[in-house]
């Protein structure tokens, strides 16, 4: 029997880096996730946004900003390619004059690709796809552990009256049971707010609530010790706001507020996450027109790589 051939990225010296496929690392691509043990999918949507948009140009940026990308985790010894089969699916049909239908459609197309044995890295988007996202996995795997990085709680019960936005995936998640809520962490919350209750009402049912006042200045390892001895083998979901970073870092988002993480704090927390039964991620918030410099999407893609090196199966040197 052969040894199984996985996909690779499109080094720098086979074609030069502004150039080639459009794809997340310049991987190959397929329409479908049969035969990946994980996928890059996008979804171009910020039909949900409450302040600046842009959103739905995130994927497109993130995965042009990629071709910088290498194959090898320097850092980690992580070596993705030879471990495990990798490509990108392409994006999320959403209808774009309907946030209510859109969320359907990204649940019906997660459902198709967790119809495999795939675990699925998203390029955001505003953080309304979490929800969709989240409703997918738990048809699968049950209610799930969540590390939640952000500057926002995203738990209000509604936005100018609505239920769906990117103020209140976490709210739905509860609400639909989606959620194992003493394994749910969220890190990097900071900014004003309208009262107290934003942040409290999830120390109230149980989450774990680590505002950015208490990383600042720590490195988030031995927070991080935490998260993986409390959430143990449970399956676990990771979503990654960008604004999590302070604006200096990523000015590239719809809602940034100061005082936020460094990147290299983002790094621990995601490499923290190593060892656990990680079924998805994603990272959102990514508004290219606010940043030119592409530095905001290029965060983006290599903490999505990131993600993509902390998966179950992967090689560590």
């Given at each position: 029997m052969s040894e199984q051939k996985f996909?690779?990225?499109?080094?720098?010296?086979?074609?030069?880096?502004?150039?080639?496929?459009?794809?997340?690392?310049?991987?190959?691509?397929?329409?479908?996730?049969?035969?990946l043990d994980a996928c890059f999918v996008g979804i171009p949507l910020d039909v949900g946004t409450s302040n600046r948009p842009g959103t739905r140009l995130g994927p497109r940026q993130i995965r042009q900003e990629s071709c910088m990308l290498r194959p090898y985790n320097m850092a980690t010894g992580a070596a993705p390619f030879d471990s495990i089969q990798v490509a990108d699916i392409g994006d999320v049909p959403i209808n774009t004059f309907d946030l209510k239908k859109s969320v359907d459609i990204i649940t019906a197309f997660y459902d198709?690709?967790?119809?495999?044995?795939?675990?699925?890295?998203?390029?955001g988007g505003d953080h309304t796809l979490t929800y969709p996202i989240l409703r997918a996995i738990a048809k699968?795997?049950?209610?799930?552990?969540?590390?939640?990085?952000?500057?926002?709680?995203?738990?209000?019960?509604?936005?100018?009256?609505?239920?769906?936005?990117?103020?209140?995936?976490?709210?739905?998640?509860?609400?639909?049971?989606?959620?194992?809520?003493?394994?749910?962490?969220?890190?990097?919350?900071?900014g004003t707010g309208?009262?107290?209750?934003?942040?409290?009402?999830?120390?109230?049912?149980?989450?774990?609530?680590?505002?950015?006042e208490d990383c600042w200045g720590k490195s988030m390892k031995p927070l991080m010790e935490e998260v993986r001895a409390k959430i143990g083998?449970?399956?676990?979901?990771?979503?990654y706001d960008i604004d999590s970073l302070d604006p200096a870092f990523a000015p590239g988002t719809g809602t940034v507020?100061?005082?936020?993480?460094?990147?290299?704090?983002?790094?621990?927390?995601?490499?923290?996450?190593?060892?656990?039964?990680?079924v998805g991620g994603d990272l959102v918030e990514?508004?290219?027109?606010?940043?030119?410099?592409?530095?905001?999407?290029?965060?983006?893609?290599?903490l999505l790589y990131e993600m993509l090196c902390v998966l179950p199966g992967v090689k560590r040197g």
């Open positions: 996909n690779q990225p499109l080094g720098g010296n086979e074609m030069p880096r502004f150039a080639g496929p459009g794809t997340m690392m310049r991987l190959p691509t397929q329409p479908t996730a049969e035969g198709d690709i967790l119809k495999h044995p795939c675990i699925p890295l998203t390029l699968k795997h049950g209610p799930v552990a969540l590390i939640h990085i952000d500057a926002h709680a995203d738990i209000n019960d509604e936005m100018f009256g609505e239920k769906i936005a990117h103020g209140t995936p976490f709210r739905r998640a509860y609400d639909d049971g989606l959620l194992q809520n003493d394994k749910v962490f969220q890190i990097g919350l900071r309208y009262s107290p209750e934003d942040f409290n009402w999830a120390r109230g049912k149980g989450w774990t609530v680590v505002q950015a083998d449970a399956p676990v979901y990771l979503t507020e100061i005082g936020g993480l460094t990147t290299w704090q983002a790094l621990e927390i995601i490499r923290g996450c190593a060892g656990l039964n990680l990514v508004s290219p027109p606010f940043d030119p410099s592409g530095n905001t999407a290029l965060i983006g893609a290599n």
